[in-house]
C-alpha cells in the first residue's frame, strides 16, 4: 500500500537537495524509510525517477517531468496545511452560536459583549430559533439547549439548573389580586409562550408534588419572544411563567414577586454543546472557556427556596 503523499513529499525534497539522506534528515525520517517511499513510488508510477549510484543520484527524464508537473502542487498543499495549523491557532474568523431564543437573551448578551472586548477579530454569528437544527448541516460551533442533553455525537456541558416561575409585578398584584392556587389561575390575566415550529401555545410546566404536569392556560397576551413577554409582566400587563435566569434580577430587586412557590419546576438544566473535545480552532475554545467560566454552575441565574420566600414574602407585604 503506497502512501502517495508521503513518497512525493520524499521523491520532491530529494530531487531539492539532490541527496536522499539529507531529504530523510529534513523530513524527519530514516534514509531506509526515504528509500522504501521512493521504490514503491517509482514501482506505482512504473517509471525509474533517479539514477543512482554508489557517489550519485540524478533525474531520470521521467524524473524530471515528474518533478515539474508535482512541485508546485505539493507547494500548493503544504501551504494550504501551514495555514490551516495557522487559522486554528488563530482568534479570529468566524463563530456561528445556535440557541432558544427562550432565555438566550438575557444570558448571551453580556457574554458576547466581553468576550468582542476580547478577541474583537472574532465575528460572531448567532441563531436564535427554539426548533432544534441539523448541528451538521447548519455548520454550528457552539451551542445552547435547555432541558436535556443535545443529541447524540455532541459534547454536552451542563451549565446551570434552570427553574421555571410563575410571577408578577406587585402593581398587577394590586390591581388583580393574588392566586393562591393554580385553579385560581383561570380568573388572571396569563401570558403565554408561541412556539415558532408550530406556532401553537405551549402550556405552563409546573411541579405538582413529585411529577411535572402541563398546565394549559388561556392567554391574554401570547409572542414567541420571550422578551416581549417579559417587558408585558414589568408593566403590570400579565401574570407568566419565566425561565428563573431572565427573572431572577427581577425577582431580587422586587420588580417581579414570585408566586405558587411549591409549583416552581427545577428539574430543567441549561446545556452548552459542542463537536469535539479536541481540534477545536481557537476561537471556538476561546468562548467554551468564556461561557463555563461565567455561566458555569452560576448562582446569578438560580433563585433558592430561601431568596424565592423572601421575595414573595416582602412583594406581598408591599400590597398590604
Known sequence: MINELRSITTFV?????????????????SPQAASKALGQLEAYLGVRLFHRTTRSLSLTEEGQRFLEASQPSLLGLQQ?????????????????????????????????????????AVQPDIQLDDRFGDWVADRVDVGFRLGNPPQEGLVARRLFPLQLIICASPAYLRTHGVPRSLQDLGQHRCSAFRRSQDGRIAPWRVRVGESVQELLVTPTFSTN?????????????IIGQFAGSTVAPHIRTGRLVPLLLEHVRDSLSFYLYYGSRTAQPARVRRFIDLCIARLGESQEHLLNQGELEIAQAQGLALLE
Open 225 to 237: 419572544d420571550e422578551e416581549l413577554e417579559l417587558r408585558a409582566a414589568l408593566a403590570g400587563s
Open 13 to 29: 525534497r530529494t530531487a531539492e537537495l539532490g541527496n536522499l539522506s539529507k531529504a530523510a534528515k529534513s523530513l524527519q525520517i
Open 80 to 120: 494550504a496545511l501551514q495555514t490551516a495549523r495557522h487559522s486554528r491557532e488563530e482568534n479570529a474568523g468566524s463563530l456561528r452560536i445556535v440557541g432558544p431564543r427562550t432565555v438566550l437573551h438575557a444570558l448571551i448578551g453580556p457574554l458576547l459583549d466581553e468576550f468582542g472586548h476580547l478577541y474583537p
